[in-house]
């Protein structure tokens, strides 16, 4: 043999020893299998790991994917953490931030199992046989019936959800089909490794044929895509108005003064809240049936905890606090230290009436929505209810007629016929020629029910739509590029900050980001073959002139111990 040809051989049996230690870790963390003897590397042309591996990786995978499925359908479900919360105190009977519990059990289950598939595409492209320890097989096992039992209660008790992981697609989709590129550039190294080293044709169709079949679907798949956000320059249409969900609930105890108040502090367009009528006729600001959430019903009528709250009469409910909860119980998994000042503000506040809120928003000429609750059986309003209710918008709190939304579905044309000025608001879609029939100028709409189509079908027609509850950014966003003209939120101090929507870009600026991905995917992925070809093609040479010391042509298969390249260099 040619000295030159020994020291080639050298040379990569020292490469292979040096490469150990990194090996040993990777086989350390998912085999536990920390010594070298342990260890076995796959035979050119041979499945990467033994027939039970075999079946059990699949169980990795699927656990990974059930596991991102649940984490990204979590984090998106962030708009609506308030409502689970609420959903979960009024079966439990206490205020706790389940929602943000369960994203982080979440996160950490994801993370574990990518951690776990990571190591085993490391081991793949280092050509070691995978064998994963029982204790993670168990773990892979938990993380799988837990994402898929979570994602199926999820989609029996809150399947709206899945509506807004597809409303969330128009605005991540480009940016998904970048990671999804960048994982199969990432993953082209093990299977070019196994693709060349395979000593059939057969094996390497089977496995660059699908590898190659999901890449050029991703390459293809943006011809599909639809965003309101990708639009040319000039065509958005003007910022939503912001209307404050029970006004500032982020900032302040909900349905009091003060949160109506941190509301128009903060530059709403209008106050949203609820209405329930008192015993004795008096119409008050309350979201649940009964007072236990926010207030301190238990300490001052501790017998009628559970009453509903239309069954106390104002004398009585003037003497609750309606703030003490929100310090205590902090309902936002977001919220902000609140200050001194604010703290003592919130600590003494108290239900507040309707004609007060009505007196409010008219001085601060903001518009005014609210949902109407009909007192239960055996009320002495239960039949009189809205003729209360106009009553008091009409002759006690002296409010511009023009600034009322009214939504109330039950008894609108008397409602129009008294209240000619209030601008009527229908909760559900209906045909247009329907609507016009009712007086209906604006649908106030779930945000689920977001459709830039049918938006821009009503407003041909003036009929403005507004959408409820946004809060996050992203959601806000899509909303203002759909054409939405006003926005139900909790966070009016965080959206009336964006100057423009989040992930605005043009139709060419788009083509320009995905073509420039596509075009270095096929050239990573090109040169990652190319550079397994070559090497496995100079090993080969290599082994082909250096006769028995490489065995079986390839350096996956040597077997000579560093201690004796002395003596072989010799």
Not at 46 to 60: G, I, M
Not at 105 to 110: D, E, S
Not at 248 to 256: D, G, I, S
Not at 536 to 547: I, K, T, V, Y
Request: hydrophobic share 45%; aromatic share 12%; glycine share 6%.
């Amino acid at each position: 043999m040619k000295f030159g040809k020994l020291k080639v051989v050298r040379r990569h049996l020292l490469q292979r020893y040096e490469h150990q230690p990194f090996i040993s870790c990777l086989a350390g963390f998912y085999s536990c299998r920390w010594k070298r003897y342990q260890r076995r590397r796959t035979e050119p042309g041979k499945c990467c790991c033994k027939t039970r591996e075999c079946v059990f990786f699949p169980l990795l995978v699927g656990a990974f994917c059930f596991s991102l499925v649940f984490l990204y359908m979590w984090g998106e479900a962030k708009n609506d953490y308030n409502n689970f919360d609420w959903y979960n105190y009024g079966n439990l009977g206490f205020w706790f931030l389940w929602s943000l519990v369960l994203l982080v059990v979440a996160a950490i289950l994801f993370m574990y199992i990518a951690l776990l598939l990571v190591l085993a595409m490391c081991l793949l492209a280092e050509g070691q046989q995978l064998y994963l320890h029982w204790s993670h097989k168990i773990g892979t096992f938990l993380v799988l019936g837990f994402s898929i039992t979570a994602l199926f209660i999820l989609s029996v008790l809150w399947g709206d959800q899945w509506k807004t992981v597809r409303l969330s697609f128009q605005i991540t989709a480009p940016y998904l089909h970048i990671g999804a590129i960048t994982i199969m550039v990432l993953l082209s190294w093990p299977m070019a490794l196994y693709a060349i080293r395979a000593d059939k044709k057969v094996v390497q169709v089977v496995i660059v044929g699908p590898y190659l079949a999901i890449l050029l679907f991703l390459f293809l798949i943006p011809l599909g895509m639809y965003s309101p956000c990708i639009r040319e320059v000039g065509t958005l249409g003007p910022k939503p108005a912001l209307i404050g969900h029970r006004g500032a609930p982020m900032l302040a105890p909900e349905n009091t003064e003060m949160s109506f108040q941190k509301t128009i502090e903060h530059g709403g367009d209008g106050l949203e809240t609820d209405v329930t009528i008192s015993y004795d006729g008096v119409p008050f600001l309350m979201h649940d049936s009964s007072l236990r959430r926010t207030t301190n019903v238990r300490e001052v009528y501790p017998n009628d905890t559970a009453q509903n709250a239309a069954l106390f009469s104002w004398d009585a409910l003037k003497e609750l606090n309606a703030g003490a909860w929100f310090l205590k119980d902090k309902p936002f998994s977001c919220m902000g230290s609140l200050s001194r000042a604010d703290q003592i503000q919130a600590m003494n506040q108290s239900i507040y009436k309707l004609s007060n809120f009505l007196r409010l928003a008219d001085s601060q000429n903001k518009l005014v929505i609210f949902d109407l609750y009909r007192p239960p059986e055996k009320h002495p309003y239960r039949h009189s209810w809205i003729n209360r209710t106009l009553e008091v918008i009409l002759n006690e709190s002296g409010i511009r007629p023009h600034l009322v939304l009214w939504l109330e579905n039950d008894m609108r044309s008397f409602v129009h016929s008294v209240a000619p000025g209030f601008q009527q608001t229908m909760g559900t879609k209906a045909p247009v020629e329907d609507l016009l029939m009712d007086n209906i100028v604006k649908l106030n709409l779930a945000y689920t029910e977001m459709s830039s189509e049918d938006i821009r079908k009503y407003a041909e027609a003036n009929i403005t739509t507004n959408l409820y509850v946004i809060n996050e950014p992203w959601l806000f966003s899509l909303a203002w590029c759909s054409g939405a003209h006003s926005v139900t939120t909790n966070a009016v101090h965080t959206l009336k900050n964006l100057s423009q929507p989040l992930f605005l870009m043009t139709p060419q600026q788009y083509n320009i980001m995905w073509i420039l991905t596509d075009l270095a995917s096929v050239l990573l992925i090109s040169l990652i073959f190319a550079l397994h070809w070559w090497r496995e093609r100079s090993f080969s040479c290599c082994a082909h002139d250096g006769g028995s010391m490489l065995e079986s042509g390839t350096y996956n298969k040597f077997r000579t111990e560093l201690s004796n390249m002395p003596a072989v260099v010799a």
